[in-house]
């Protein structure tokens, strides 16, 4: 029996709790039921105390036995292929659910995360802007004509797609009825609301022991 | 048996041409000594023309059988769980694998693309370059160490690494002589060299049809 195990930081600031990666390592396993340990590494220092695990100081990375794979991404595909609650067992739902997992992190997030990163630097013209509203709407045409983005119901993509999608200043981009319906359904789900509560409360309990 | 199938433009202007991301599979099938066949769809009106195969009206997606997948990094996944010579079997080396492929797009890529689009769209005050700068230091840091990402030797993770990195703008960003060395040595393989030069030589047999 292997032991899963979730790394991340020992502390965050307030803006980014709730929002850290390992997020989608917690809901993929309240999602499924796989029992998980959580574990962390120092927040102070990032940037070099944990590269021979995470060769760009970020979090998260995953443990599974001897096995430990950094990257969202590459965690959630070994998550999903632990359980069907996650991904189907057959070929064409299995390569449905990739692809949009990969849509996702290299054809939405690809976009939306720079832009966001502009606007945070204080950008006044934002030239990711443009692009950014045409991915948006081509995935606001996809969910318009679909609940789910693979094998016609709950997968890792939603999952991962949703996690993209609900990042407040995206959300609030552009009028996207769509989208918004499905970011809302999605993390409306237990599993969803369960790893977000647990991860702000990870965070706020090392507020106290950093104030004592 | 099935038939493996590369779907992507019937011509694209001479800029892209070598760098269309068909290459990425093309590349992976000539690596594994996969056959394949290359059909196309319009890149006349493919904003629209091609949606039901692919949402964001680009290309590549890859057939195999009843199977149909888009995303770049969904389909040479696909085409690695074919072949030893693109994935070890094992789970460690494998897990390494994938999450080298993950980095590449979702570490990688997801700066470096929004970083040259911001160029070649003449932004005086490139808002990425600082980030880029840091990710590919990480990424020179990881070559200096090793000669492969994963499992000690060539797999799908440097064959995507590597076509990301190869982006001329991007391969002229700074002094990075590890990252140098290793693009040049992963590109300089045969089946890159093959993969590349087909794809050109498809787009180019298009311009004649196009004159007459």
Same mark, same amino acid.
């Given at each position: ?6 790394w991340?930081?020992?502390?965050v600031?307030?803006g980014p @709790?709730? %929002?850290?990666?390992?997020?989608? =390592? ?8 796989l029992?998980?340990?959580? &574990?962390?590494?120092? =927040? ?12 760009f ?7 599974? +036995? *001897?096995?430990?794979?950094?990257e969202? +991404?590459? /965690?959630?595909?070994h998550?999903?292929r ?6 189907? @067992?057959e ?6 659910t990739? #692809? ?7 054809s939405?997030?690809?976009? !939306?995360?720079p832009?966001w %990163?502009?606007?945070?630097? /204080? ?9 950014? +509203? *045409? &991915?948006?709407? #081509?995935?606001? *045409? ?11 119901? %709950? !997968? $890792? ?7 993209v999608?609900r990042?407040? *200043?995206?959300?609030a =981009? /552009?009028?996207?009825?769509? !989208?918004e319906?499905?970011?809302? @359904?999605?993390?409306?789900?237990? +599993?969803?609301?369960?790893? @977000?509560?647990? #991860?702000? $409360? ?8 950093r104030?004592?």
């Open positions: 029996m292997s032991e899963l195990i979730i991340t930081y020992d502390w600031p307030k @709790r709730g %929002f850290v990666r390992d997020l989608r =390592f917690r809901w993929a396993c309240e999602e499924a039921g029992a998980y340990a959580v &574990r962390t590494v120092a =927040f102070e220092g990032r940037e070099t105390n944990h590269l021979s695990h995470q060769p100081g970020q979090v998260p990375f995953l443990s599974d +036995g *001897k096995l430990q794979t950094f969202s +991404g590459a /965690g959630l595909l998550l999903a632990k359980s069907e609650d996650l991904m189907p @067992r070929s064409i739902g299995e390569a449905e990739i #692809q949009w997992m990969m849509a996702a992190l290299n939405i997030e690809m976009v !939306t995360v832009w %990163f502009l606007e945070i630097s /204080g950008a006044k013209d934002n030239g990711l802007a443009d692009w950014m +509203g *045409k &991915r948006l709407a #081509q995935i606001e *045409k996809v969910l318009t004509e679909r609940a789910w983005l693979a094998a016609d119901r %709950f !997968t $890792a993509a939603d999952l991962l797609m949703a996690d999608l990042i407040p *200043k995206v959300r =981009f /552009g009028d996207r009825p769509a !989208t319906a499905y970011v809302t @359904r999605v993390t409306d789900r237990p +599993g969803f609301r369960k790893a @977000r509560a647990d #991860q702000v $409360a990870h965070f706020a309990a090392a507020d106290e022991s104030s004592t």
